[in-house]
């Protein structure tokens, strides 16, 4: 029998028309970019009957493609970044891109930090870059529509390289401002050399009321003895369809933390692809998803354990408010040859309305005999013994549902190790309970 051939949605016609359009424009090989389209165009836009976007069917979520964004004026940017407010209190050296363009003038490239080397990748794209060898770190992401498309479109970014220990953290801040709704693909690579260790903080925040359709890759390489702690905040417009992507390849006897909090976007979906590439390294991925009204919030992850005695460790906690839907999907996959791997990820959920939804997808994929490997997930409401004994003892209900809140979030948040990050996630924890008062 003849196979079934899906006619193409407005969306992705427009994507056809605008690769195009703007690929013999965009820096770099083009051929790579026309390969990588290439793939994205067999099977188009992905949708609930592809296993990995079951729950997010990005084919029915995405009606058309808003035009991608042009380089904002200096003045622009600089009104962009001013108003721009997540973890902004936070003393780090700043990367910020607006409209997926970075803006050079905003760093002071003469005074980085001891160990920070950055280099616009536009600029890399242009001349051939010697770090450009190694883009696209993890397989697991190369063969993702998502990615793809990020690799298709991506006009702007920069390369960071990491080396020593450096104090200061290193901010990437995404912010998208136009009036009128774009579309990004920004990308991002970070490198942290042997020994090293850094504090990795990213942003993404856009305008209300507007659709903007950001689609940003962040690459991370962690060499052998590195220490890295990553913290990623979604503030996105309440209009927006924000995809994005986290691409970690980390080496021996390293320790890895990363959090990622959502808070904004009518439409996300963040995902996590990392590979424990040398024996002895510790991950710890998290997880803390606030939704409201009818936002829809997809955190997916996939963790191969691609060497023995590695130890990870995902937790994802999703508060689900009126007619809200949170997924969560995260796979483990030990190969053959990863003995002695400890791999534990869980996944619950808090479910404040009737109309809330979550669907939960945790997976291990075990090709090796002597692990330790479990996963988890729950559904359930506050508890109403523990919302009672607050009650009895004079607590407004909604306070007392908040405490219990931001207590059910505190634990995957904890772990931060910056006091002041970690306040600032807590305020925002905090600011997301106040809208809900």
Known sequence: MAGVTLMKTPAETGLVQAFETVKATLPGDVESRAQAFELFERNGLPHRRVEEFKYTDLRALMREVAPFAKVPSADEAKTALRDAKALAEINALQV????????????????????????????ALASGHD?????????????????????????????????????????????????SAVATATRVLVLIEDGASVKLLETHESTNGVSHQPNDVVELIAGDQTNVHHVRVNAEGDQALALSTFAVKIGAEASFNSINVV????????????????????????????????????????????????ESRELFKTVVDNEATGVFQGKIIVPHHAQKTDGRMMSAALLLADGAAMNNKPELEIFADDVQCAHGATCGQLDEDLLFYLMARGIPKKEAESLLIQAFLGEAIEFVDNEDVREALVHTVEEWLKART
């Not at 891109?97 to 600029?123: C, Q, S, T, W, Y």
């Not at 060898?133 to 960071?160: C, H, K």
């Open 131 to 179: 770090w450009l060898t190694r883009l696209s770190p993890v397989e697991w992401a190369r063969q993702n529509p998502v990615y793809q498309l990020n690799s298709s479109f991506m006009a702007d970014g920069v390369m960071i390289r990491i080396v020593g220990q450096v104090t200061t953290p290193v901010h990437l801040r995404f912010v998208t401002s136009s009036a």
């Open 96 to 123: 910020p891109f607006v409209n997926g363009h970075f803006v050079r003038d905003a760093v002071d490239f003469k005074n980085l930090p001891e160990g920070v080397e950055i280099v616009p990748l536009a600029e």
């Open 263 to 310: 808070a904004g976007s009518a439409t996300s979906r963040h995902q996590v692809f990392a590979i424990l590439n040398g024996e002895n390294t510790k991950a710890q991925i998290n997880g803390a998803t606030m939704l409201k009204g009818r936002q829809h919030g997809d955190s997916t992850l996939v963790v191969e354990h691609a060497a023995p005695h590695c």
